[in-house]
């Protein structure tokens, strides 16, 4: 599951990284492209805004065939509050640029699985595929519109990752 997850993670920033390399966040004081893994980062109460935060939420697993495949719903959450010269007017229009960002980022909706706990990282004998993204209505939450998309990563667990 966590290669699957690693090579879907790395997919989208390395994209988003290509399609709109200032969508970046400060993290510990090193700048990095605006996706981000909600298990991987110390979050205070408050997600970034203008960032795309990846939160795994369910996960199946299918044992009826050779190599397990594995089902995992992937929520991308963003938000925004607009910008400051635009007294946060802007903000509606600078959501539907992610939206149209996030729509981007993931095509082609497949990937090489990559084991990227060895150095340099390998890839694997299997490739991940997802479902076009389900988007969630706006949210208003306080000066912020904020949006969620479920996205569902379909792979195979391969000898001696489970």
């Not at 893994?37 to 697993?61: G, H, M, Q, Y």
């Amino acid at each position: 599951m966590k290669k699957a997850r690693d090579s879907f993670y790395v997919a989208l920033r390395d994209r988003l990284q290509v399609l709109n390399s200032a969508r970046q966040v400060m993290i510990r004081g090193v700048w990095r492209p605006g996706v981000l893994v909600e298990e991987n980062e110390s979050f205070a109460a408050i997600v970034p805004d203008n960032v795309f935060v990846l939160r795994w939420t369910k996960t199946l697993a299918d044992e009826q065939h050779a190599l397990v495949r594995m089902q995992q719903t992937c929520e991308i959450q963003y938000q925004t509050a607009g910008t400051v010269s635009a007294g946060g007017l802007d903000r509606g229009g600078l959501l539907t640029e992610m939206d149209a960002e996030l729509l981007s980022i993931l095509q082609p909706q497949q990937v090489q699985k990559t084991d990227y706990s060895v150095t340099p990282p390998a890839a694997m004998g299997t490739r991940l595929f997802w479902t076009g993204a389900v988007f969630s209505p706006i949210v208003r939450e306080r000066d912020r519109l904020v949006r969620k998309a479920e996205i569902t990563v379909v792979s195979h667990e391969e000898a001696g990752e489970l």
